[in-house]
Structures are given as structure tokens and as C-alpha cells.
């Protein structure tokens, strides 16, 4: 069954904005992660966040927790071209299933 | 991404066809999965092997049949397809219990 559900299904914005992803998730969880899949590609590990945690950075991404809401949001600032790219949010690994959400289609025009 | 290697990259088969994807991983990882992503679908865990024993089948046709040699391969063999089977498939590995997997590129299927 579906973990995660990103918001929203797609965004568009101009190079250099900010661009906000949220991600909604149905059962308490250890962690949750963030992965990027460009065009056709695998998907690239980007961030891990723990239950335990509320806001983590990575270089020019920022997530945060929420898991009285079940919610998570990815912040990518100043986005650039190569930014564009699916991003899904994951729950669970090790010793549990990966279960991913159906995604947010991120374009960045320049 | 050169860690994880998936060959072929694009396959088209008829129904009728046999064929195997293949999956190799160069990080010394000891477990391994195969993923399904069709389109407008969050991803599928097909098959999980751990210390290259399945540890994992969720609820996949036999059509579909896995093969895990050693920690490093890992094979999907394709028979009799269907049409709805045309995804990209995707291999993964994962250390221990690290969160964390690493992707292959996937391979295209189309199924004629």
C-alpha cells in the first residue's frame, strides 16, 4: 500500500526561486528520505531524516518533520537547470520495506 | 551511479519471449532488490535478496523469476510477458541495515 503521497504532482518555476515539495505519509515511521530521478534514470539517495529529528540541511536542500502532522517538506533554494527532476520521498528501509510515494515532477525553466 | 550497473538498458520482447535483465553492483553491498516503476505509480518492490536469499517476493507473477547468484548479480528472467508488464525496472543494493539503497539507471521494457 502507498506510504507516501507528494504534493504536488508537478511544479514549474523560474531558475533561481525556491521550490517546495510536501510529502504526507499514513503510519508512524523511523525515518524518512528524500530521493531525486531524473528522466528515465534510477533514483538518487538525497537526504535522511529521523522521526527524532525535525529539520535537517544538505547543501542547498533543506527538509523538515513533522510527525504529529505525518508530513515532510523538501526545500530546494536558488534551483538551478539541473534540478529538474522527479523527487519522491520514501518511508521505512533496513530491515523494512522502502515504500515510496508517487512523486512530485519538478521542471526549473531558465 | 556507476555503483550499480543494470544491463540491458532498453529491451523490447513479444509475449512469447524469454529474456533476463541483469543487475551488478560494485559497493559491496549484501542485499539486492528489483523495483517496478510504471507510469503514474509509486515504485513496486518485486523481489528482495539478502545475503543472496530471497528474503522478499511480493506477490509477483511467476513470469517473472529472480536469481541471485552471489551478493555482487542479480538476474530477473522474463517469460510469456504481458503488455502491462512494460516498466522500468529498477535494481537496487543496500548495506545491512542501512536506510539507504542505491540505484541502477533501470532498464525499459517494452512488452509487444
Known amino acids: 500500500s502507498q506510504q507516501g503521497e507528494e504534493d504536488p504532482q508537478a511544479l514549474s518555476i523560474q531558475e533561481g526561486e525556491n521550490a517546495t515539495m510536501n510529502c504526507s505519509y499514513k503510519t508512524s515511521i523511523n525515518n524518512l528520505q528524500w530521493y531525486r530521478q531524473n528522466s528515465g534514470r534510477g533514483l538518487v539517495h538525497l537526504i535522511l531524516i529521523r522521526s527524532n529529528e525535525r529539520e535537517k540541511h544538505s547543501g542547498r536542500l533543506r527538509v523538515t518533520l513533522d510527525t504529529s502532522k505525518k508530513s515532510s517538506s523538501l526545500l530546494i533554494t536558488a534551483s538551478r537547470a539541473a534540478d529538474t527532476a522527479s523527487y519522491f520521498c520514501?518511508?521505512?528501509?533496513?530491515?523494512?520495506?522502502?515504500?515510496f510515494g508517487t512523486g512530485t515532477r519538478l521542471t526549473i525553466i531558465p | 551511479e556507476t555503483g550499480v550497473t543494470q544491463t540491458p538498458r532498453h529491451l523490447v520482447m513479444g509475449m512469447t519471449n524469454k529474456k533476463s535483465l541483469k543487475c551488478e553492483q560494485h559497493?559491496?553491498?549484501?542485499?539486492m532488490y528489483w523495483y517496478k516503476q510504471s507510469a503514474k505509480k509509486p515504485l513496486e518492490l518485486m523481489f528482495v535478496?539478502?545475503?543472496?536469499?530471497?528474503?522478499e517476493n511480493n506477490s509477483v507473477p511467476s513470469r517473472f523469476s529472480p536469481e541471485c547468484p552471489n551478493s555482487s548479480h542479480l538476474f530477473l528472467h522474463l517469460h510469456t510477458l504481458q503488455p502491462e508488464d512494460s516498466a522500468l525496472y529498477l535494481c537496487?543494493?543496500?548495506?545491512?541495515?542501512?536506510?539507504?539503497?542505491?540505484f541502477g539507471p533501470g532498464t525499459r521494457l517494452t512488452v509487444t
Open positions: 537496487a543494493s543496500s548495506q545491512g541495515n542501512s536506510y539507504e539503497q542505491y
Open positions: 535478496y539478502s545475503l543472496e536469499e530471497r528474503v
Open positions: 559497493l559491496g553491498h549484501n542485499a
Open positions: 520514501a518511508t521505512g528501509g533496513g530491515n523494512e520495506k522502502l515504500t
